[in-house]
């Protein structure tokens, strides 16, 4: 067992000079006093010191004469009554006051609950608008989306058009062609007829004659050629005029895409704020608006590839355009030949009309 730092003596001088400085002997008073020591054996110490010390030193007292001692007793008397009815006091005050004070923090928890369920019931109500507005939204989008279907399929329906258009006006260029390179080697034949046969009238006019049919064949397949082209020209009219809407409309497509972006970041920070309070729905909310904006990337691609698919119907647009003016030059060009070549079958024919009469 470790030993005792201080003996007895030195713990009795320190309380005795405590108690010469009017200080109050405690175990910490008597520690700080002896320089250290454990202080509950400081106060042990001390106490058992102070209680042999009053149990050697009883002496006998001598008595309260009788007037003192009633006088004391009566005052004993007044002061107990007096300090039991301040007790009663203190004591009814204490109670009081704790009644208030705990109806006053029950009134502050009640308000505080009532605070809490209307600040629940205000994210509970935010939550749902939330939801309404997010249901609004994919709707929105899942319209937008097939619209946008639509357009794709408008716009592949306008590039068959134009396909088959661009084929038929290259069968019109070949026809044309064709009917040129004929009626060219008709003109031949017939030039090499007119040079043999030249003094047969009979058959000179029934050369020429043939040469009326032939011009007029020719003319007649001019005009068709003609009219295909003009047909063909307008039909490329109304394609354009198709897709000049058909890029409106994505145009109109992509601002609502974008309204729809703006929205969805609205409503992201919206469900950001009330992170806190439903934590759940948040985490289910970040999961829907990652597929919208999936979604909105997808339509964004598919928009992308249909801008790039008018693009090139707009190229091939403007090379149709191109060679149909080429070929109508061209027809108009065929057409002044078959007119020139007639005239000069004509004068053929009244050049050698008076020599078969002579």
């Known amino acids: 067992m470790r030993p005792a730092e201080f003996t007895p003596e030195e713990i009795i001088e320190a309380g005795y000079e405590l108690q010469a400085a009017g200080r109050n002997i405690t175990g910490f008073a008597l520690r700080q006093k002896v320089g ?3 202080p509950n054996r400081l106060k042990q110490v001390w106490d058992e010191h102070v209680t042999s010390k009053s149990t050697t030193q009883t002496e006998p007292v001598a008595e309260l004469p009788v007037e003192v001692a009633e006088e004391v007793a009566a005052v004993t008397k007044a002061l107990t009554e007096r300090i039991g009815q301040l007790a009663i006091e203190l004591n009814d005050k204490a109670v009081k006051a704790a009644e208030r004070r705990v109806t006053e923090v029950v009134r502050a928890a009640g308000e505080q609950r009532e605070q809490a369920e209307r600040e629940l019931a205000d994210a509970a109500q935010t939550v749902d608008d939330l939801e309404i507005k997010l249901d609004e939204t994919k709707a929105e989008l899942s319209a937008l989306t097939q619209r946008l279907a639509e357009s794709q399929a408008q716009a592949h329906a306008q590039a068959v058009e134009i396909a088959q258009l661009r084929e038929r006006l290259t069968a019109a260029e070949k026809s044309a062609r064709d009917a040129s390179e ?3 080697a008709e003109l031949r034949r017939l030039t090499a007829a007119f040079e043999v046969e ?4 009979v058959d000179a006019e029934t050369e020429a004659k043939r040469q009326t049919e032939l011009a007029i064949r020719a003319g007649a397949e001019r005009d068709a050629a003609s009219a295909e082209v003009e047909r063909l020209r307008k039909a490329l009219t109304v394609g354009q005029e198709a897709h000049d809407q058909a890029t409106r409309q994505i145009e109109r497509l992509t601002a609502d895409l ?5 929205d ?3 409503l992201q920070d919206n469900v950001d704020e009330l992170v806190q309070k439903k934590q759940e729905a948040k985490q289910e909310y970040k999961r829907q608006f990652q597929r919208f904006n999936e979604q909105i990337e997808a339509a964004k691609e598919n928009q992308a590839a249909a801008e790039q698919r008018i693009s090139q119907l707009e190229v091939e647009n403007g090379r149709l355009t191109e060679r149909s003016a080429a070929d109508k ?7 002044s030949q078959v007119q020139r070549l007639q005239g000069e079958l004509v004068g053929m024919a009244k050049k050698t009309r008076p020599k078969t009469q002579d």
């Open 329 to 335: 030059d061209h027809i108009a060009e065929l057409v």
């Open 258 to 262: 974008e309204t729809c972006r703006r």
């Open 264 to 266: 969805n970041k609205s």
């Open 198 to 201: 030249r003094s047969a009238r």
């Open 36 to 38: 250290g020591g454990n």
């Open 182 to 184: 004929q009626n060219a």
